[in-house]
């Protein structure tokens, strides 16, 4: 359908038959933010050119590239029973119960990859050293600190973990690869593959909610949540010094703990904290509202404040460029802006009033899931500096321009 520019200086092989499906309008706009790309332009582009073409990004992305893993098992269920998060993702989206919960698949922005070579295409060892290793820790902290490291592994644990097999395998690292690593191995649990029912014929599924819905304190099912709650005046569990309560193997209590560090523990402390003073909040002004009630509603305001923060905080300091802090304030509040947006709502539209508080889901003709790809850029780890150096801030010790160093983690 598409029209072609088929050499393949401008135009990957492999991009050919992705290009040929697009209409000629989508691959004629295909063509143009690829041109942008090759020039490594966008970024220099003024604040409305840019925010053009990653609109055109995103329309091609939402048409080209959600790919739905698995089939859609759920059922309807009467919406207006479960208007707050539930326990583990499910009554989520009007459509179908299942979508967002616990255990669906993850879904992929491209098919997966169709190479003789499979994953050792490019070889992972090439990745690693190539891609992913960081030669040198450059300390950025003015714009991007350990806390904004933190940040985003919260996140990563609000959303999405593939689920694991059982078994250990080893992959011993070639010599090249290892000289400069103290590891010479590496021992992981592989990825589960799961049957998926449909022509992937199997994927991978997520032990966490794919929603924005606050896991990462609330947890990921009926069991996680308990473990959390107090069950009185909806509170949360949290210990007299304001960091997390601890169980008798000593492990933090709270949402998800997996990989849990001080940074990605005191954020959980932090927002249990937020999510406690809006349950006082709430109270004090609707001393009607029963522990559930108080719980849902405390949860739905504690969840949208963490979107808020990462959407138009965070990634602004991450992607510090005019057109993302656009782009960024216009998905959150539309063209209109947010004083409009705050005046009416969200009453024109996700362009002119944002993607927030939108009547119905658009989700593209493709059920919510998180991708593949998106846990992939993800994986951030070489956000995280060699060595954490932990400094005396105790108000009767601080010598406020050098505070002493208690220790330091390599
Ligand atoms: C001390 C801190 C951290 C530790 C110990 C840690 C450890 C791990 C381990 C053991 C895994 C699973 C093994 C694997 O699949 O490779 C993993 C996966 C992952 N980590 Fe971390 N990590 C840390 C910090 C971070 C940070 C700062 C990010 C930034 C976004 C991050 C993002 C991810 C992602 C996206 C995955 C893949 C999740 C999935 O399988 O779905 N991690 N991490």
């Known amino acids: 359908m598409g029209f072609s520019l088929s050499s393949s200086w401008f135009l990957h092989p492999e991009l050919h038959h992705v290009v040929s499906k697009m209409s000629f309008f989508d691959s004629f706009l295909f063509y143009i933010v690829h041109l942008v790309d090759k020039l490594g332009l966008?970024?220099?582009?003024?604040?409305?050119?840019?925010?053009?073409?990653?609109?055109?990004?995103?329309?091609l992305h939402q048409r080209y590239n959600l790919i739905h893993v698995g089939g859609i098992n759920g059922q309807g269920y009467d919406t207006d029973e479960f208007?707050?998060?539930?326990?583990?993702?499910k009554c989520n989206h009007p459509s179908d119960d299942s979508i967002g919960s616990q255990g669906t698949f993850i879904g992929r922005n491209m098919p997966p990859c169709t190479s003789q070579y499979g994953i050792l295409d490019p070889h992972p060892s090439v990745v690693a050293t190539k891609l992913l290793a960081r030669k040198r820790?450059?300390?950025?902290?003015?714009?991007?600190?350990?806390i904004a490291c933190s940040w985003i592994q919260f996140m990563i644990h609000d959303w999405v973990d593939h689920l694991e097999d059982t078994n250990q395998i080893e992959l011993e690292a070639p010599e090249g690869v290892a000289s400069g690593c103290p590891l010479k191995s590496f021992k992981f649990f592989r990825t589960k593959k799961v049957l998926s029912g449909d022509h992937h014929k199997s994927g991978a599924v997520n032990t966490r909610t794919p929603w924005w819905d606050g896991s990462v304190i609330y947890g990921n099912d009926e069991a996680g949540m308990r473990r959390v709650r107090v069950f009185k005046d909806a509170k949360l569990r949290i210990s007299g010094d304001g960091l997390l309560e601890r169980d008798e193997r000593g492990v933090p209590i709270s949402g998800d703990i997996r990989n849990s560090w001080s940074g990605f523990s005191m954020l959980q402390a932090l927002f249990v904290k937020e999510h406690n003073s809006v349950c006082e909040m709430l109270k004090e002004r609707y001393?009607?509202?029963?522990?559930e009630k108080l719980y849902r509603?405390?949860?739905l305001v504690t969840a949208a404040v963490i979107a808020k923060?990462?959407?138009i905080d965070w990634t602004l300091e991450l992607l510090k460029t005019d057109t993302l802090t656009a782009g960024m304030r216009i998905n959150w509040y539309g063209f209109l802006g947010k004083k409009v947006k705050d005046k009416i709502g969200a009453r024109f539209g996700p362009i002119l009033s944002g993607l927030v508080g939108l009547k119905k889901p658009?989700?593209?003709g493709v059920p919510y899931s998180l991708t593949e790809e998106f846990v992939s850029v993800y994986r951030m780890h070489c956000l995280l500096p060699d060595t954490l150096i932990l400094r005396d801030m105790r108000p009767e010790n601080v010598d406020k321009e050098n505070p002493a160093i208690e220790r330091e983690y390599r």
Do not use: E
């Open 42 to 59: 966008w970024h220099r582009f003024p604040v409305l050119l840019g925010v053009a073409y990653l609109g055109i990004r995103r329309h």
């Open 83 to 89: 208007s707050y998060r539930t326990a583990d993702g």
């Open 137 to 146: 820790f450059i300390d950025n902290g003015d714009q991007f600190n350990v």
């Open 287 to 291: 001393p009607d509202f029963d522990d």
């Open 297 to 299: 509603t405390a949860r």
């Open 309 to 311: 923060i990462h959407t």
């Open 362 to 364: 658009r989700d593209h």
